[in-house]
């Protein structure tokens, strides 16, 4: 699987992203700046770290979603190529227009740092293969905004359609309807305040997020 990683000024979960993706992949990913127009050739993967692009100046994720590089990013989203977005790459998803709704501030105000509980909603999208229908896994969390809200309407549309792919089983952050992670229309972009790649090896403490990494693997190398 060939993968990028974007990188915006301020990301600092890029190099966190691209060691989980070459352990399970065994190639390392191309690391995109957010300055490029253009993806390396036969793109298969696209991750979107964490961190805080642009110093989180105007809203989170706000400068980074107007970047050169997310044109080709939307474009290649659109022919199916695979794109996660985690923690303020999540951010970015939404604020591109990419994924619905709103990360806001966290409804206690303060920074959230630790793992949380989850449980997994959907079990047959590209990103969750691996895991059980309803399994209960725990992955960190390191998050100021990550509050996510939408209007009824697109909550109400997200669930009927089965587009929430994570959500969070205790009081994490304040989001609507608990939920931690979803899905575009099409099923190949999933935003997640959650960070697997912080949980793919016994050092981190926890490989929970282990097989989101090689569910996606064995569906685009099939």
């Known amino acids: 699987m060939k993968s990028a990683v974007i990188v915006f000024p301020g990301s600092n979960c890029d190099r966190d992203l691209a060691v989980a993706l070459e352990l399970v992949t065994g190639a ?10 253009e993806l390396p050739e036969r793109t298969d993967f696209i991750g979107i770290p964490g961190g ?5 100046y105007l809203r989170s994720g706000a400068m980074a979603a107007r970047s050169p590089v997310m044109r080709a990013v939307r474009d290649a989203a659109e022919r199916g190529v695979p794109v996660i977005g985690i923690c303020n790459g999540f951010q970015v998803l939404t ?33 969750t293969a691996q895991y059980n229908a309803d399994e209960e896994i725990a992955l960190p969390v390191a998050h100021h905004d990550g509050n996510y809200q939408a209007d009824e309407a697109t909550l109400d549309r997200l669930e009927g359609e089965g587009r929430v792919a994570f959500r969070y089983l205790d009081d994490c952050n304040g989001s609507a309807r608990s939920i931690a992670g979803i899905l ?31 569910g996606l693997l064995k569906t685009v190398n099939a």
């Open 28 to 37: 390392r990913p191309a690391m995109v700046w957010h300055r490029e127009s």
């Open 52 to 56: 805080f692009s642009y110093g989180d």
């Open 95 to 127: 604020e591109a227009g990419m994924l619905p709704g709103a990360l806001m501030r966290n409804a206690g105000l303060s920074f959230v740092c630790r793992n949380v509980p989850l449980r997994v909603e959907n079990s047959q999208s590209l990103f």
């Open 184 to 214: 575009n229309d099409a099923g190949n972009v999933l935003g997640l305040m959650p960070h697997p790649e912080r949980a793919v090896e016994p050092a981190h403490g926890r490989t929970d997020g282990r097989r989101l990494f090689e």
